[in-house]
């Protein structure tokens, strides 16, 4: 069975610092790990996915993320913190790629952006 | 590109009355549709799958007679909540996928709040 641990359910870091959340996952199969973002009373956005191929991975508005088999991690970051990064942060795991299987999703960690 | 829509955004309802919700894939077909349902400040947890044409797959302690889901069209699942109760009232979110697209990726719908009274 797949899992998705966060650490920290809340995280605050101040406007231009560096920001790190924590992923790490369980999954008996090579994984495909997703990051989303949302934002009040909003559905998901993708941030960005990791399929396998390159293990550091890009995404939106200058996040990335590395993909760290042998941590089973996944953490997101990005180098400067802006007060428009403050959302709800979940990290997703699934076995077969996200499109023809549900994902599992980490318990979120809130992001706070300190001015 | 890559748009799905929710309706109704937010709906109130009395208690032991039906309710149903519409998710739709504007731009794209999906094979297969999610839905998710989140609790406040908390995660999504997967509720059921179903795949156009075919009967949705339920995840375990899911109600398959209560969240009854069809999948009727390749742009169009819909999740009915029939005799809902306040235990009921959540987040639901959906999400569509073109499997045959190879983009391993969901696009979500913005959510519908849920409310029994």
């Known amino acids: 069975a797949q899992s998705v641990t966060q650490l920290g359910s809340h995280v605050s870091v101040s406007e231009g610092a560096l920001v790190l959340l924590r992923c790490n996952y369980s999954?008996?199969?090579?994984?495909?790990l997703f990051w989303y973002v949302q934002y009040p009373n909003q559905g998901l956005q993708l941030l960005l996915k990791?399929?396998?191929?390159?293990?550091l991975v890009k995404g939106i508005n200058g996040f990335e993320a590395e993909f760290k088999k042998s941590e089973t991690s996944f953490h997101l970051t990005k180098p400067s913190a802006h007060m428009s990064d403050a959302a709800e942060y979940f990290c997703a795991v699934s076995d077969q790629g996200g499109g023809a299987d549900g994902l599992t999703f980490g318990k979120g960690t809130h992001l706070i952006i300190q001015p | 590109g890559a748009v799905v829509s929710q309706h109704p955004s937010w709906v109130i309802c009395k208690s032991g009355t039906s309710v149903k919700i519409e998710c739709r894939s504007l731009?794209?077909?999906?094979?297969?549709m999610f839905w998710y349902r989140q609790f406040p400040k908390q995660s999504l947890m997967l509720m059921a799958t179903?795949?156009?044409?075919?009967?949705?797959?339920?995840e375990q302690g899911v109600e398959k007679d209560k969240f009854l889901i069809n999948h009727a069209s390749l742009t169009l699942s819909t999740l009915t909540v029939t005799s809902a109760h306040p235990e009921d009232s959540s987040f639901y979110i959906c999400?569509?996928?073109?499997?045959?697209?190879?983009?391993?990726?969901?696009?979500f719908g913005p959510g519908t709040r849920l409310t029994v009274t």
């Open positions: 731009d794209f077909q999906a094979t297969t």
């Open positions: 179903s795949n156009e044409g075919s009967k949705a797959t339920y």
């Open positions: 999954s008996s199969v090579p994984p495909y």
């Open positions: 990791y399929t396998s191929a390159a293990t």
């Open positions: 999400s569509a996928s073109d499997v045959l697209s190879a983009s391993y990726e969901q696009y």
